[in-house]
């Protein structure tokens, strides 16, 4: 049990970070907004992203939240891994860029896993 509990929140650490960074990258780096004009979107839309971001990384990182609130963070993180995958393919950045994101969604599922573990048996209101 303590193991699978410090796998979860080592590796929602690592995606709760990364999601931060980039969210600051998507507000701050000129590299970022060009990157966002090359897939094709629009400038609302990246700093839309990044506010995303920021609120799904804090649902995960913050014990407080229920596990059905985390559960909503990682869908939606998982829409976001999936979506980039799709616009790095579709813009014409080829195969090696649009499978980044999937290895990402493919942590991301497995590290989801272990938020079930440690709470195995327990009700949501005992979480």
């Known amino acids: 049990m303590k193991i699978n509990k410090a796998i979860y929140w080592i590796s929602t650490g690592i995606i709760g970070l990364m999601m931060l960074f980039s969210a600051y990258e998507y507000l701050t780096a000129q590299q970022m907004r060009e990157a ?7 400038n609302y839309f990246r700093i839309e992203l990044a506010v995303f971001k920021i609120i799904g990384s804090i649902v995960l990182l913050a014990p407080p939240f229920s596990n059905r609130l985390k559960e909503w963070a990682y869908a939606g993180l998982g829409i976001v891994f999936i979506s980039a995958s799709i616009a790095h393919y579709f813009s014409g950045d080829g195969i090696p860029a649009a499978m980044i994101p999937l290895a990402f969604l493919i942590m991301l599922i497995i590290f989801r896993h272990f938020l079930e573990q440690p709470n195995r048996g327990k009700s949501e209101s005992a979480i």
């Open 36 to 42: 966002f004009v090359h897939l094709g979107f629009p």
